[in-house]
């Protein structure tokens, strides 16, 4: 899409969320619809509302209101199933502080559930995808793995109580990570989802004169996810990503293709990848020791040409 030239759109398509003035104030919104992660409809909504969320603690925003999108067929679920999955939403939401204010339903042969987000943000503080720059340090605040999971659970491999461990990340709020970003003056944040780890992290890259070098040792990975890789729950996305990538990431030949398929697995509600200086590490680690922020340091920044160094 193309930039807007109108002085009130601070940041157009193509960022985590859209950031517009309103008089002299600032908003950001955005919106995610994903399908059932979970079996229990509580927890599906509940995850659903962080992920919907997390764009907005990408950009350095916080939720205010949101509108609920439903997609599904009114012959296949019963009315407890939707409003256990409004709830878990709009408890969400307000473990956010936000509101659910509103929404729209429609007729759709597969479940789906999403919320579109406003929130107010400092238009001084706006946290970009661009502008990570040589010497900085890498930080991820989720581990991997979590599409690799529910895929398990889908195709029956797994139970929901196996799970539980990327059920906890996919309901925790990247708002503890967004604030430590704001806090430590991070050079660029973006939230890892649909792309997975290497989309995202390529997305930040876009046009601008560095690489990423990853440390592959250090990239946390939840457990079991190797085990399901074996047995075959790759979600389909995890190969496209990674075929669409593979001409900009150059991987060690140490690394495995199910190495690669961790870093590039579709996360829902994954974590924040933020660049940051080096010498704002150790305010980084306090911010965090004090708000019960979890990170792991998996790379760092240096000149080059737009890739992703794997090693
Ligand atoms: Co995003």
Redesign the pocket.
């Known amino acids: 899409m193309q930039q807007i030239d109108d002085p009130r759109v601070l940041i157009g398509p193509g960022d ?1 969320a859209g950031v517009c003035l309103v008089g002299e104030e600032a908003i950001v919104e955005s919106v995610d619809v994903i399908t059932p992660v979970v079996d229990d409809p509580y927890t599906f909504g509940a995850i659903s509302a962080a992920n919907s969320m ?2 907005i603690y ?1 950009m350095g925003g916080i939720p205010m209101s949101a509108l609920a999108i439903l997609g599904f067929s009114s012959c296949d679920y019963e009315p407890w199933v939707i409003k256990d999955i409004l709830k878990g939403a709009v408890d969400k939401l307000r473990e956010a502080g936000a509101f659910l204010v509103g929404g729209h339903s429609i007729e759709d042969s597969e479940l789906k559930f999403g919320l579109s987000v406003m929130g107010r943000i400092n238009k001084d503080r706006i946290l970009r995808k661009g502008g990570a720059g040589p010497g900085d340090r890498l930080i991820l605040t989720k581990p991997l793995g979590i599409g690799i999971l529910t895929t398990a659970l889908k195709g029956g491999a797994m139970k929901e109580e196996g799970i539980k461990e990327a059920v906890t990340w996919m309901l925790t709020l990247n708002l503890k990570a967004s604030e430590a970003a704001l806090r430590s003056q991070a050079h660029a944040v ?2 890892i ?1 649909g792309f997975g780890f290497l989309g995202h992290a390529m997305n930040m890259l876009y046009d601008s004169p560095v690489n990423f070098v990853i440390n592959y040792k250090t990239v946390p990975v939840l457990s079991g996810v190797r085990a399901m890789i074996d047995s075959g729950m790759v979600p389909e996305g995890a190969y496209n990503n990674l075929n669409f990538l593979k001409d900009n990431v150059r991987f060690a030949e140490d690394l495995s293709e199910e190495d690669c398929l961790i870093l590039s697995d579709p996360q829902t509600s994954g974590g924040l990848l933020i660049a940051l200086a080096e010498n704002e590490i150790a305010n980084f680690e306090q911010v965090s020791k004090k708000n019960g922020l979890s990170y792991w340091i998996i790379g760092e920044v240096v000149k080059g040409e737009g890739k992703i160094i794997v090693r």
């Open positions: 985590d997390s764009d990408a973006t939230d989802t």
